[in-house]
C-alpha cells in the first residue's frame, strides 16, 4: 500500500514537473520514465475521425445480437501505476472530444423532395425552406452570432437584433432585420427583398437591395433587378421564370415533383419565359415543354424528353 502510495505520487509530481533529480534518475534507472513517455507521445499522435451519429445506433444495435466472449488474458510490460497513468490521460482526452464536440455541433434542418418546412430560429426569426434544400446554425449564443448556413432555397423573415449573415457557396447576405428570400440552387445565386434591407456579397461585387429590388449572379458578376412581388412565388405553389435556361426549370420540376427528366444537352440552354404550378404535374409539363414544341412522353416517374 505504502510503496503504491509512493509510485502514485511520484508520478503526480512528475507530470506536474516537480521531481527532484535523485527521483528523475531513479524512474530512469528502471526504465519506467521511458515507458511512459512512450505512451504519452503515442496518444499524441492520435487522430479522430468525426463521429458518424446513425452508423454509430446502427453499429450498436448489430452488437447487442452478438455473444461476445472474453480475450485471453494479455501480460503487459507496464507496472500497474503506469496504466493508470495511460487510464487517465485517455479519459481527459476522450473527455476534452466529447465536450467541443457537443458544443461545437450545430443544428441542421433538412428537407426532402416535394418537401418545404418552416424552422422558428431561436430569435424570433423564421425561415421557410424549399424542397431539397437545408439550414445549419449553432444554438449557442445565438442571440450575438445570427449566422445561417444555406444550401438549395429560403425565405427568411429576421427579427431585428445583432447583424443576421446567410452564407452559401455562391455568395453571402448581410441584414439588421427584414424578409427576404435566397436562391443558392446548383449554379443559381439570386436574392430578393421583399421589406427592410440586406446586403448581398458575391466574389467581389457588392449590393443593397430595399424592398422590391433583387439581385442575381450573371458572368461572375451581380446584376441588380427588381421586382413587384409581396413574397416569393414558390410559397404560393408556383415558379415564375423569365428567360431561364431550360435545364434549370427542368431540375426545379424534378425537385417539386420527384421525377426524373431525361434532357437531351441540345436542350440545356434553351430558355424558357412562364409560370409552372408545383401541384400539377401534367399542367406543368404541358406549360414547359408544349409551349415550346418539345415533345415528350411519361413512362413511371420518368419523363422522356424527345
Keep these: ?17 516537480r521531481l527532484d533529480d535523485n527521483e528523475k534518475n531513479e524512474l530512469e534507472s528502471n526504465g519506467e520514465l521511458n515507458d511512459l513517455k512512450v505512451v504519452l507521445d503515442d496518444i499524441d499522435t492520435w487522430q479522430v475521425e468525426k463521429f458518424d451519429v446513425e452508423s454509430g445506433l446502427a453499429d450498436l444495435n448489430k452488437r447487442k445480437k452478438l455473444v461476445i466472449s472474453p480475450a485471453p488474458t494479455k501480460q503487459n510490460k507496464f507496472t500497474p501505476w503506469l496504466k493508470v497513468a495511460a487510464a487517465i490521460v485517455v479519459l481527459l482526452t ?21 418537401e418545404t418546412k418552416t424552422i422558428n430560429l ?8 424549399d424542397a431539397l434544400s437545408s439550414i445549419s446554425f449553432k444554438e449557442k449564443d445565438w442571440e450575438n452570432n445570427r449566422n445561417i448556413q444555406l444550401t438549395g432555397q429560403a425565405f427568411f423573415n429576421v427579427a431585428k437584433g445583432e447583424v443576421f449573415n446567410v452564407i452559401t457557396n455562391s455568395g453571402s447576405i448581410q441584414v439588421l432585420g427584414t424578409q427576404f428570400n ?18 448581398v456579397t458575391y466574389n467581389s461585387d457588392a449590393e443593397i437591395l430595399t424592398k422590391g ?6 458572368a461572375n458578376k451581380l446584376v441588380h433587378t427588381t421586382h413587384n412581388a409581396k413574397n416569393p412565388e414558390w410559397l404560393d405553389g408556383f415558379s415564375k421564370y423569365f428567360e ?8 426545379d420540376l424534378e425537385k417539386y415533383y420527384d421525377i426524373n427528366i431525361e434532357l437531351p444537352e441540345t436542350y440545356n440552354n434553351l430558355q424558357f419565359t412562364g409560370t409552372v ?26 419523363i422522356i424528353v424527345d
Excluded at 476522450?94 to 416535394?114: E, S
Excluded at 435566397?182 to 446586403?199: L, M, Q, R, S
Design 1 to 17: 500500500m505504502g510503496d503504491k502510495f509512493s509510485k502514485d505520487n511520484i508520478l503526480a509530481r512528475w507530470l506536474d514537473n
Design 94 to 114: 476522450a473527455g476534452y472530444i466529447t465536450f467541443n464536440y457537443f458544443i461545437n455541433a450545430g443544428t441542421t434542418f433538412k428537407t426532402d423532395v416535394a
Design 122 to 129: 431561436p430569435d424570433g426569426s423564421v425561415v421557410k425552406m
Design 182 to 199: 435566397v436562391n443558392a440552387n446548383n449554379t443559381i445565386f439570386e436574392v430578393k427583398c421583399y421589406e427592410g434591407k440586406v446586403k
Design 213 to 218: 429590388h433583387a439581385a442575381i449572379a450573371k
Design 244 to 251: 431561364t435556361k431550360l435545364l434549370q426549370v427542368v431540375t
Design 277 to 302: 404550378p408545383h401541384n400539377d404535374l401534367n399542367t406543368a409539363l404541358q406549360t414547359l415543354f408544349s409551349s415550346m414544341e418539345i415533345n415528350y412522353k411519361i413512362s413511371g416517374k420518368t
